[in-house]
């Protein structure tokens, strides 16, 4: 049967997380598979790269589907896109191979957690935390180089039990059909000015349930003297979740891209990892301008 692939943009403001929650709870991924039930006419189901948390917004979330549907490219991006609200839709659309896998031939991904470090409120910044205190950039940039690499994130991961010390296992997000233990890899953390609104983007082969959100509150902290930005080693070592930040509002986070070719994640990487030499802003990047 054929194998569709398809970005989902979405502002996750009104619903419940990707996930289908089945208990009242709207889902983007419901109303998603709404779309697709009432223009086949049939049930369909859809399966995302991954998942995201009540809140969060995704600027381009793959996920796959199956129809021996007549209609092809843009007319059934189209078709789908029609069906659906106003606050979700559908960026692009393409055939794969049967075999394709979304979630498990995924390479890598990054979020972006926006703030407003201004001092006055700015409502058409929606999908940015306001934070008018004063960052110091290179505090926070000394911090997230503790976080680079392949660590056990169990510190900066949300619980699942009602006992926050030293949990060391708990499903994936990404992967929920695979469990595992909390280990993850981040290949960069860096930081984007422009403006007022400044770009923390985060860079990994996947995320734990939180986890973006409680390094970006942890790497706050320091960008605002709270605490050393030595202690983020000591924390990342503990598995303690008690010890890291709090986790920073769900609304100015958003996917923004799921990689699938070498290519294109190395050339995204590159760019953070130079824009990591330079803290205190590297506007001479070029960084999709979607990004801003």
């Known amino acids: 049967m054929p194998r569709f692939l398809i970005e989902v943009q979405y502002d996750g403001s009104a619903y419940f997380g990707w996930q289908r929650q089945g208990d009242g709870q709207i889902s983007v991924q419901e109303v998603v598979e709404a779309s697709l039930s009432d223009l086949f006419g049939q049930p369909t189901t859809v399966l995302a790269a991954g998942r995201t948390d009540r809140g969060v917004s995704a600027r ?17 991006r189209r078709a789908i896109d ?37 001092r006055r409120r700015a409502p058409l910044a929606r999908f940015a935390l306001l934070w008018p205190r004063a960052l110091d950039f290179e505090l926070m940039h000394q911090a997230s180089r503790a976080l680079i690499g392949t660590h056990d994130f169990s510190s900066f991961a949300t619980l699942l039990s009602e006992h926050p010390n030293k949990q060391t296992t708990q499903p994936d997000p990404d992967n929920p059909d695979k469990p595992q233990g909390n280990v993850r890899t981040i290949h960069e953390i860096a930081t984007i000015r422009r403006g007022e609104i400044v770009s923390l983007l985060v860079f990994g082969d996947g995320f734990l349930r939180g986890m973006v959100r409680a390094v970006v509150g942890t790497l706050l902290e ?14 990342l070592a503990a598995r303690d979740r008690r010890l890291a930040g709090p986790n920073v509002p769900a609304h100015g986070l958003m996917l923004e891209r799921v990689f699938y070719e070498d290519a294109e994640r190395e050339r995204w990487i590159a760019r953070a990892r130079e824009a990591a030499t330079r803290p205190q802003g590297a506007s001479d990047i070029q960084w999709p301008e979607e990004l801003f």
């Open 60 to 76: 381009a979330m793959p996920a796959q589907f199956t129809s021996e549907t007549r209609l092809r490219g843009e007319e059934l």
């Open 82 to 118: 029609f069906r659906l609200p106003p606050d979700v839709a559908i960026r692009s659309l393409r055939e794969v191979p049967e075999d394709f896998h979304c979630r498990y031939d995924a390479l890598g991904k990054v979020y972006a957690y926006r703030l407003n470090n201004a």
């Open 222 to 235: 320091v960008a605002t003297k709270q605490r050393e930005a030595s202690e983020v080693a000591t924390i």
